[in-house]
């Protein structure tokens, strides 16, 4: 069975990311809030991935909050010249923890000056607008407000690009009507498909799309078939996981999450699994109805 081949870059914002990149959302505390137990492992997981190659950073300021741009800031500043920062606005923090929406223009433009003054920056690269939803889902509703006051900050200078995150095909098509989207950030892995025509659209597009919680988030994927294939492999389930992204569609970036070194080292070795046409067809079944779990 020959072996399917994918590119190990995609364009992002005017710039060549590698696919592979990095979530700093799991360098918060528990619940993404507060300070990481153990500041110098999170600071070398930074750097670890930067030297590793990695080119593509995904943040907030929300994360925390404050907390992972900071680490960021003192990790990596001043940044590598080919190193895309992508942060979002859209949400704040209770003091309980509690992720609030914080869709009002006022509530953007800080979203924008916080992730600024944290990540040490006079222009954020790329800025997802994240849409709440149904938190973890998007829900349809006009979002041309929102949109059109990250535009209004892009024009002033404060950033260079807009991406969308947890927002549905309807609402991708009204915020382009507004201003260029570069990448959409949703709900996707192995098991969750549902953007699954939405990917192959934005390919089309030379959108990128960058999946949130491709390792299951808060619940990880688990799956006999999934577990079969990788000891098969004599890898992990979750890098086979993370690799079937890869052969899923060529503008799939990842931005898997984790505060070990140990675990950055095996999700980015994920994305040298070579995967074979015979394999990818067992992995997809997975996601189908009545797919094997």
């Known amino acids: 069975m020959s072996n399917f081949t994918v590119s190990d870059t995609f364009p992002l914002a005017g710039r060549t990311v590698r696919r592979m990149g990095y979530g700093a959302m799991q360098l918060a505390g528990p619940g993404v809030f507060g300070p990481p137990k153990d500041r110098d492992a999170a600071l070398a997981v930074l750097r670890e991935a930067v030297a590793a190659g990695v080119n593509h950073i995904d943040t907030s300021d929300f994360y925390g909050p404050h907390i992972t741009n900071q680490l960021i800031r003192e990790a990596l500043h001043p940044y590598p010249d080919d190193l895309v920062i992508v942060t979002k ?20 433009e800080r979203g924008v000056h916080d992730n600024l003054r944290n990540l040490g920056l006079d222009v954020l690269e790329v800025v997802n607008m994240r849409i709440m939803g149904s938190v973890h889902a998007p829900s349809e509703g006009s979002i041309e407000k929102q ?13 260079r690009h807009i991406g969308l995150s947890n927002v549905t095909a309807a609402q991708i098509a009204e915020a382009r009507r507004i201003t260029e989207i570069v990448c959409v950030q949703n709900h996707y892995n192995l098991v969750h498909r549902d953007d699954d025509a939405l990917i192959d659209d934005l390919a089309g597009k030379g959108i990128a799309y960058v999946p949130f919680f491709p390792l299951g988030g808060f619940t990880p994927l688990q799956s006999s078939a999934l577990s079969g294939i990788a000891q098969t492999l004599d890898v992990t389930p979750m890098q086979v996981a993370l690799a079937w992204l890869l052969y899923r569609a060529p503008n ?9 070194t140990g675990h950055l080292r095996e999700n980015l070795q994920a994305g040298r699994l070579k995967l074979t046409g015979e394999v990818l067809d067992e992995l997809n079944a997975i996601g189908k109805p009545g797919g094997e779990v």
């Open 252 to 260: 799939i970036l990842l931005i898997p999450g984790t505060s070990s």
């Open 147 to 159: 949109v059109t006051s990250l535009a209004e900050l892009q024009q002033r200078g404060l950033v």
């Open 89 to 108: 606005v859209g949400a704040i923090r209770g003091g309980d923890g509690a992720w609030l929406p914080a869709f009002e223009p006022a509530d953007i």
